[in-house]
C-alpha cells in the first residue's frame, strides 16, 4: 500500500492538535484529534471551503447541546433526539459534510460532567475548534501534490491503453472477456481523471501573471481528456459492433484500420509534443492525413451503407455510429493540436509539464 500525501498530512494535522491541546493543559485533547481528521482535505481551496462549513457545524452544534442540556438534561434520549435535530437543520443549510463532526461536538457536550457544564462545554468546544484550525495549517505548510502532473500522467496511461485496444480491434486480435473487462476498468480510470482535473483546477495561484496560463492550460486538459474520452467512445464501438465491422469487405476494413493507426500515432505524437518532445514546427505528416483521404473513407463507408441487406435494418445504423465516431476523434485530435501549438507559442515558460 502507498503512502499517500492525504494519509501523512492527515497523521501530522493529529500530531499538532493533540500536541497543542496537551500544551494547553485541554481536559479532552482526543476531540481535537477527532475534528482535525473532518477537517483535513486534498487541497488548500478544499480546505478552506471545509473549514467554514466545519466552524459553521461545530457552532450549531454546540449551541444545541448546551440548550438541549440545560433544558432536558443529557439523557441518551435527549442526545438522540439532538442529534436528529441537528442533521435536519444542517441538511436544511446544505451542511451536509459537516454533519458528522457536528454530532461528535454534541456528543462531547453533553456528555461533560455536570459540574460546570458550561466550562468544560467550552472546553471541548475550544478543542474541536483547534483541531479545524490545525488541519488547515497543515494544508497551508505542507504543499499539495503536484496535481498537474498526476492529472497527466493520468491521460496519458490511460490514453496509451486505449489506443492499444484500438490497435488490436481493427485488426480484430482483442480477447472478448479481457477487452470487457477493460473497458469497464478504463471507464473508472477517466472518472479518476476528471478528479484530478478538479483538484488541478482548485490548486490556488499566487501570482496574477501566471493566471492566464493557468486558465488556458485548463482548457487544454479539458480537450485531453475529450480526446480520450472520443477514443474511448470508438474502442467500445468497435467492441459493441465487431460482428458488423467483420463484415465488412477487406478494402473497406483495410482502409479503415490505416485511417486509424493515423488518427493513433497522431494522438500519441500529440501528447509527446506538448511534453517538448516533438518541436512545435513539425507538420507530423506520416501520421495526419489530408482531407481527401478523410473523404474517401467517408464516401467508402456511405457506398458500404448503400449496399447492405434491406432486411438488416441496424447495420447501416452501427456503421454510421462507427463512421461518426471516427470523424468526432479525428476533429476533437485537430483542436487539441491547434491548443498545444497556441499554448506553446505565447506560453512558452509554462509549456513544460515536470513528471518527476
Known amino acids: 500500500m502507498k503512502l499517500g500525501a492525504r494519509m ?5 494535522a493529529i500530531t499538532l492538535a493533540l500536541y497543542i491541546a496537551q500544551l494547553l493543559n485541554l481536559p479532552s485533547p482526543i476531540f481535537a484529534g477527532i475534528a482535525a481528521i473532518f477537517a483535513i482535505q486534498p487541497t488548500i481551496y478544499r480546505s478552506y471551503l471545509s473549514v467554514v462549513e466545519q466552524v459553521q457545524g461545530n457552532i450549531i452544534g454546540a449551541v444545541l447541546a448546551v440548550g438541549f442540556y440545560l433544558l432536558f438534561g443529557s439523557h441518551v434520549l ?5 442529534a436528529v435535530i441537528t442533521i435536519v437543520i444542517m441538511v436544511k443549510l446544505k451542511l451536509e459534510s459537516s454533519i458528522r463532526l457536528a454530532l461528535v461536538t454534541i456528543i462531547a457536550i453533553m456528555e461533560a460532567p455536570s459540574e460546570q457544564f458550561l466550562y468544560f462545554a467550552s472546553l471541548r468546544t475550544f478543542s474541536i475548534f483547534l483541531g479545524i484550525l490545525s488541519a488547515i495549517a497543515v494544508n ?10 498526476r492529472l497527466f500522467q493520468s491521460i496519458s496511461d490511460v490514453t496509451e491503453d486505449v489506443l492499444k ?3 488490436l480491434s481493427t485488426r480484430f486480435a482483442s480477447e472478448d472477456h479481457l477487452l470487457k473487462k477493460d473497458i469497464e476498468t478504463i471507464k473508472k480510470r477517466i472518472a479518476k481523471v476528471n478528479q484530478f482535473y478538479t483538484m488541478y483546477e482548485e490548486e490556488p495561484r499566487y501570482f496574477k501573471k501566471k493566471d492566464y496560463a493557468k486558465l488556458r492550460k485548463l ?5 485531453m481528456i475529450q480526446v480520450t474520452q472520443k477514443s474511448f467512445d470508438l474502442l467500445k464501438l468497435q467492441h459493441q459492433y465487431e460482428t458488423t465491422l467483420q463484415k465488412l469487405s477487406e478494402s473497406l476494413q483495410a482502409e479503415t484500420r490505416e485511417r486509424l493507426d493515423y488518427l ?3 494522438h500519441e505524437q500529440l501528447l509527446l509534443k506538448y511534453m517538448g518532445r516533438v518541436r512545435q514546427e513539425a507538420e507530423l505528416d506520416d501520421v495526419l492525413q489530408d482531407e481527401t483521404d478523410r473523404n ?5 463507408f456511405l457506398k458500404e451503407i448503400r449496399k447492405t441487406d434491406p432486411e438488416d435494418v441496424f447495420q447501416p445504423y452501427h456503421l454510421m455510429r462507427i ?3 471516427i470523424l468526432d476523434y479525428e476533429e476533437q485530435l485537430e483542436h487539441l493540436d491547434k491548443l498545444i501549438n497556441s499554448f506553446q507559442t505565447y506560453h512558452e515558460d509554462e509549456s513544460q509539464v515536470d513528471l518527476t
Open 323 to 325: 463512421l461518426s465516431a
Open 264 to 266: 493513433i500515432g497522431y
Open 165 to 167: 485496444w484500438i490497435r
Open 78 to 82: 435527549i442526545i438522540g433526539l439532538t
Open 8 to 12: 501523512l498530512k492527515t497523521g501530522i
Open 219 to 223: 482548457v487544454l486538459y479539458q480537450q
Open 140 to 149: 497551508f505548510i505542507f504543499l499539495p501534490p503536484k496535481y498537474e502532473t
Open 296 to 300: 474517401q473513407l467517408r464516401d467508402s
